[in-house]
């Protein structure tokens, strides 16, 4: 007679769900460390001003307001400098993404002379720290007319996200096989034509998860627009927040608020395209 099986239990063994529930709980110990300046941030946005200093601090929310953020939001630059902000990060996105994705698809399907040290070039580039470049960057742009105006933060944001969206996309690229292009062209499409209907689409997760981290860095760069933006109109909220530190003390509820709404449209970006940074990252890493 056959011996009916049993299922494998859902838990597991005793000797398994110990180290699972250790490595559990060292996550949670590692995601509090790293949340909980984000929860003091938000948190004391929404205090009144008379809690926020209180000694000892009370870690959990009592009497909430919403004064610090109409403080804000109410100052005289905060609505030019969030529409700087928005044009450098989506200028950058966008720019870097359409010449980075044709660059990244010459590298991944043709060989061409040089191709090796294009790529050496690339990773050079990134290695080079953008404080370093600072004093040349904005000499060459006060000799073109470029200095005091976004479009030379973006152009010069590009020279440094191009490698790596390059880089990034190459990757994503050379993981989808080359035979969808050869059936496409045999069906009638030339080499334009299939790259937009079989490798682009394809190429979605990528663009995401590449355009996140574009994002992330154009929005949040300081020293850059610092030297760059001399007019108050024109600064970016990265600039902005150092407006609540003055003479006579630093307000703290509306530099949290701030700092709040600042982080809010990149959190609101990547919890809508959060799903897509997953898939894209994990066929970029299939291959190099």
Do not use: H
């Not at 060292?26 to 790293?34: F, I, P, S, T």
């Not at 035979?179 to 997760?205: K, Q, T």
């Amino acid at each position: 007679m056959s011996r009916t099986r049993r299922p494998p239990s859902r838990g597991g063994s005793p000797a398994r769900r110990g180290p699972r529930l250790r490595y559990d709980l060292l996550g949670l110990c590692v995601a509090a460390v790293a949340g909980f300046p984000v929860f003091w941030m938000v948190f004391t946005a929404f205090r009144p001003a008379s809690q926020i200093l209180r000694t000892p601090p009370d870690f959990w929310p009592g009497k909430l307001t919403l004064d610090n953020f109409g403080r804000a939001m109410g100052t005289e630059t905060f609505w030019a400098n969030a529409r700087s902000s928005a044009l450098i990060g989506v200028g950058t996105v966008v720019v870097s993404l359409v010449i980075g994705t044709l660059a990244a698809f010459a590298l991944a399907r043709f060989r061409f002379a040089g191709r090796k040290a294009f790529v050496l070039v690339i990773l050079g580039i990134q290695m080079i720290p953008l404080a370093a470049l600072i004093i040349p960057v904005y000499l060459l742009l006060n000799e073109a007319g470029l200095t005091d105006t976004l479009s030379g933060v973006i152009l010069t944001y590009l020279v440094f996200m191009l490698p790596f969206t390059i880089w990034m996309l190459r990757g994503f690229i050379a993981a989808v096989p080359v035979e969808l292009e050869e059936a496409a062209m045999v069906d009638g499409c030339g080499r334009l034509g299939a790259f937009r209907r079989i490798v682009l689409p394809l190429l979605a997760p990528g663009l995401v998860a590449t355009s996140v981290f574009a994002m992330v860095q154009a929005w949040n760069e300081y020293v850059l627009v610092y030297v760059l933006l001399s007019s108050p109109d024109k600064q970016t909220l990265s600039i902005w927040l150092v407006s609540f530190q003055t003479g006579f003390g630093t307000d703290y509820g509306g530099l949290m608020a701030g700092a709040t709404l600042t982080a809010l449209p990149v959190v609101v970006f990547f919890l809508v395209v959060q799903r897509r940074i997953a898939a894209g990252l994990a066929s970029g890493a299939v291959r190099g």
